[in-house]
C-alpha cells in the first residue's frame, strides 16, 4: 500500500487538471458553440469535488490508517474521472438525443455502481475468510501499529476489469475488443467525430470502472479497520 505524501497530492492535482482540461477540448472538438467551457466549468466542480475529499483525509492520513485507506480511496476518483472526461463529452453533442444520452448515463451509473460494490464485496469475502486471522497476528493485542500490508497480501486480491453478464473468462477478450474499438475511434475523430466519441468513450467507461473498483476495495478496509478501533477501543496507525 503506497504512503500517503505531498507527491500523491501533486500527482491527483495534475490528473484532475489534465482531466478536465483534456475533456474540455475534446467537447469543444465535439460539439457547437460554447461547448468547451461549459465542460470546463463542469469539470472544474468535479475535479474539485474530488480534491476537497482529499485534503479532508491528507493530514491525518499520514499517520492514520483509517485516513490513509479513505486518502487512496479518494485518490481513485482522480484516475476515475481522468477516463471518464473521455466519455462524457458525448453529453455535450446536440445531434445525440436525449434518449439516448439518458441511456448512456444509465449504463454508466450501473457500471460504475457494479464495479465499486464489487470491489467492497470481494474485500469483506476475503477479510471473513483470511484476512481477520492475518489481522490477528499483524497486530497484536492492543497494537496500535502493525504489517498491514501483509494483511492485504495475504487476502490475495487480484482486480480484474469487471463487466456485469460477462464471465470472467471471457473478460480479456472484451477487453481487447474495447481496446481495438479505442483505437478505432481515436483515428476516426476527424472523420466521423460522433461514433468517434462512443467508439473511445465506451473502452473508457469501463477502464474507469476498474479503478472505482479499486476504490470500493480502499472503502472496505477502512470500514473494516473503523470496526477494529471500535471494538479494541485504539486508533492503528501506519507503518513507518
Keep these: 500500500m503506497s504512503k500517503v505524501t505531498w507527491n500523491s497530492l501533486i500527482l491527483s492535482v495534475t490528473v484532475l487538471l489534465i482531466s478536465t482540461t483534456g475533456g474540455a477540448l475534446i467537447a469543444q472538438r465535439l460539439a457547437e458553440g460554447d461547448a468547451g467551457f461549459s465542460f470546463l466549468w463542469f469539470g472544474c466542480a468535479v475535479a474539485s469535488l474530488i480534491l476537497i475529499l482529499q485534503l479532508a483525509t491528507f ?45 448512456l448515463f444509465s449504463i454508466f451509473s450501473a457500471i460504475m455502481g457494479f464495479n465499486l460494490s464489487h470491489g467492497w464485496r470481494t474485500l469483506n469475502r476475503r477479510w471473513n475468510e483470511t484476512g481477520a486471522q492475518t489481522f490477528q497476528a499483524a497486530f497484536k493485542e492492543n497494537a496500535a501499529v502493525g504489517d498491514w500490508n501483509k494483511v492485504v497480501r495475504e487476502m490475495k486480491i487480484a482486480h480484474n476489469i469487471y463487466i456485469p453478464g460477462v464471465s470472467e473468462n471471457w473478460t480479456s477478450v472484451a477487453s481487447a475488443i474495447l481496446i481495438v474499438f479505442m483505437i478505432l475511434g481515436l483515428n476516426l475523430r476527424s472523420s466521423y467525430p ?47
Design 59 to 103: 493530514s491525518s492520513a499520514k499517520h492514520k490508517l483509517f485516513s490513509q485507506l479513505l486518502f487512496l480511496g479518494f485518490f481513485g476518483f482522480s484516475m476515475v474521472w481522468f477516463m471518464s472526461s473521455l466519455f462524457f463529452p458525448i453529453f455535450w453533442i446536440k445531434e445525440i438525443g436525449t434518449p439516448i444520452k439518458v441511456t
Design 194 to 240: 460522433v461514433f468517434s466519441a462512443f467508439a473511445w468513450g465506451i473502452p473508457a467507461i469501463v477502464i474507469a470502472s476498474y479503478f472505482i473498483q479499486v476504490c470500493g476495495f480502499y472503502f472496505a478496509q477502512a470500514i473494516q479497520v473503523r470496526r477494529i478501533e471500535k471494538s479494541r477501543k485504539i486508533v492503528l496507525g501506519c507503518q513507518p
